[in-house]
C-alpha cells in the first residue's frame, strides 16, 4: 500500500502574509478627552460602576478604596501624572483594575473605547531619554484604525504612585 502525501489545501498569498503578522491586543480607553492604551494582558476587568470608601492620609490621586469580591483594591486618579486637570464633574466614569508585578489597582477613566489587535508595526516606541515618556508617562504612540493613540507607561506610572503613598 502507497503512502499518500497528506493534503495541504492552496492559500492565496495574502492570507499566508497575514498569518504571519505579528499583533498586540490594546485596551484603549478615554481621560480627559485624551486617547490611551495599555496592553490587555494587564487588565484584568473593566468595571462601569463602583462604590468606592474614602480613606483618610491618602494622597489626593487616591480616590478611595473597592472591595472587589474580598479583595481591597485602592482606586487611584491619574490626572495628576499625566499633568492633566481633574474635572470631577465627567459624567461617564469607568474603572480599569489593572495588574503590574503584584500590585492590583483600579484607575478611573471617562470611558473604555475598544479593545483592538493591532500590528506590531503601528505600536512606535519612545526612546529613554524622550521627554514626552519621562515626564508623561508615555511609552510610546500607536495607530488605531488611522488614529493615534498614546501608549501609556503602566509599569512606570504605578511604581511612582506606590513610591508616594
Known sequence: MEAQEPFIPDHDEEVIEQERVRTVQLCIFRINNIEYAVDILQVQEILKTVDTTWVPTTPRFVKGVINLRGVIIPILIIQDFLNMDFDEK???????????????????????????????????????????????????????????????????????????L
Do not use: M, Q, W
Open 90 to 164: 465627567t459624567k461617564e466614569i469607568e474603572y480599569l483594575i489593572v495588574r503590574d508585578d503584584k500590585l492590583l489597582v483600579g484607575i478611573e477613566v471617562e470611558k473604555v473605547l475598544n479593545i483592538v489587535n493591532i500590528p506590531e508595526d503601528n505600536v512606535f516606541v519612545y526612546e529613554e531619554d524622550d521627554p514626552l515618556r519621562r515626564e508623561n508617562y508615555l511609552l510610546g504612540k500607536c495607530l488605531v484604525f488611522e488614529d493615534e493613540v498614546n501608549l501609556l507607561d503602566l509599569h512606570r506610572l504605578l511604581g511612582d504612585a506606590r513610591s508616594a
